[in-house]
């Protein structure tokens, strides 16, 4: 089976910008055409797919992203995370360890990997624990699991507290050339805190986490960054501190990588209504100063990624007292919108925000996703131009935790293929 899809503006930053066709051959991209180029467009193994008016980029990745299966299955499962992945324009995810048994070993990962193939949504790359159980005390079978499928280790949800098991864990992740995903959090600063520490915490009287709480174990992974020469990536920074620590350590050359998430750069502090806990997650909603320096650091590239931290919860989690509810937003049925937000308020351009949601995930998981003959074909095609308003009751997540709820946004995937076939979209 061949598919044409035709039309569209093709946008893989530095390989192609320009109005191409790709032709495909069964899982496989077999050629970039230019438009004019002749294709014999009948025949019964031949499919044509106008795509004109959309933006065909190369996959979208999340690479932080909780499916809670297994365990947790009634918040979310593979399936249903696959396929809110999909229905959000992602063709791959990394799915976060912390499911109940913990992913520390290469027969969880084995039975992810085959929930994931079965579900036929995104992609998912099985992230492995750290430490066993997550606990910090004890190095996970991290070979076992590169060698079933991980791509990188991270005790997400925790940070590894052991500074010397951290020390470990890196040399031994350098040796097997994988990433370290950090949850930077120094617990005894967080000391019970709900929401950002500042005006609006101690105006709701909600006991607040400050910006040192991340940023301290920033410094602390970049240190042990420089001490073992492995790739240590930041999971979600909020905060001005930590994005002014990356800097610096990357104008230093040692191996850091940080995402942000896109309710940082879309909500602050003040948005917090104390009484809905769907503004609760951690990291915290920071200041507008903090605001402002994640969009900073994404415009200047101190920022390499654009990940949702997808976290779904049920509605019994959720509906308590804001301090008693549990952390964490899902996120990606709206991160592309969100993140398109950037580009209509020209802090990124469109090829930027590519790099950002495409490329450099792709990258630091060691995955080639050009679009380019020979590769698989997984491809993500955007609509920049319809507005929508964010409408938690159509989200296929199982889950339905958001801020979001009500905004207008401008821009939507519009269909997303894995492997050659439409897993979202128009033509699914
Ligand atoms: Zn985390
Ligand atoms: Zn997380």
Not at 375 to 383: E, G, K, M, V
Request: proline share 6%; net charge negative.
């Amino acid at each position: 089976m061949r598919t044409l899809i035709k039309g569209a503006r093709v946008l893989d930053p530095g390989n192609v910008d320009g109005y191409k066709s790709i032709l495909i051959n069964g899982q496989t991209i077999e050629a970039v055409l230019d438009p004019a180029d002749v294709m014999p467009e009948n025949g019964t193994d031949f499919k044509v797919i106008d795509a004109t008016g959309l933006v065909l980029v190369p996959g979208l990745m999340d690479i932080h992203v909780h499916l809670r299966e297994p365990g947790h299955e009634y918040k979310e499962t593979i399936a249903t995370g696959a396929a809110a992945a999909a229905r959000g324009g992602f063709t791959a995810v990394c799915a976060m360890p912390n499911t109940r048994p913990v992913n520390d070993n290469s027969q969880v990962t084995a039975f992810i990997l085959g929930k994931a193939k079965a579900a036929k949504g995104a992609r998912v790359y099985p992230v492995g624990a750290v430490t066993k159980g997550s606990a910090g005390t004890q190095l996970s079978e991290i070979q076992d699991m590169q060698q079933a499928g991980i791509k990188a280790v991270s005790d997400d949800g925790r940070p590894v507290e052991n500074a010397q098991i951290m020390r470990r864990a890196l040399e031994y992740c350098r040796g097997l050339s994988i990433p370290v995903f950090v949850h930077a959090e120094d617990l005894s600063l967080v000391n019970g805190g709900a929401m950002n520490e500042g005006p609006p915490a101690t105006f709701q009287g909600i006991p607040g986490i400050p910006n040192a709480a991340e940023a301290v174990m920033v410094a602390r992974d970049i240190l042990l960054s420089r001490l073992t020469g492995a790739h240590v990536h930041f999971c979600h920074i909020s905060c001005e501190e930590s994005i002014d620590l990356i800097r610096k350590a990357k104008h230093q050359g040692i191996r850091v990588t940080c995402e942000t998430a896109p309710h940082y750069f879309t909500l602050t502090d003040a948005d917090v209504k104390g009484y809905d806990a769907c503004f609760k997650m951690n990291p915290p909603l920071r200041s507008e100063k903090d605001r402002q320096a994640v969009i900073q650091g994404l415009a200047d590239g101190t920022i390499d990624v654009i990940a949702s931290d997808h976290a779904p919860h049920s509605k019994e989690e959720k509906d308590l007292e804001f301090d008693r509810a549990a952390f964490g937003i899902v996120g990606l049925e709206t991160s592309l919108p969100l993140s398109l937000k950037l580009v209509q308020n020209n802090h990124l351009t469109l090829e930027n925000l590519i790099l950002k949601m495409a490329k450099n995930p792709a990258k630091i998981l060691g995955i080639n996703n050009d679009i380019t003959p020979g590769n698989p074909a997984d491809l993500s095609l955007i609509d920049l131009k319809e507005k929508g308003v964010i409408d938690p009751s159509r989200f296929v997540s199982k889950s339905r935790n958001t801020p979001f709820a009500g905004m207008t946004v401008q821009g939507r995937a519009a269909a997303t293929m894995v492997d050659g076939n439409f897993v979202f979209g128009l033509w699914a």
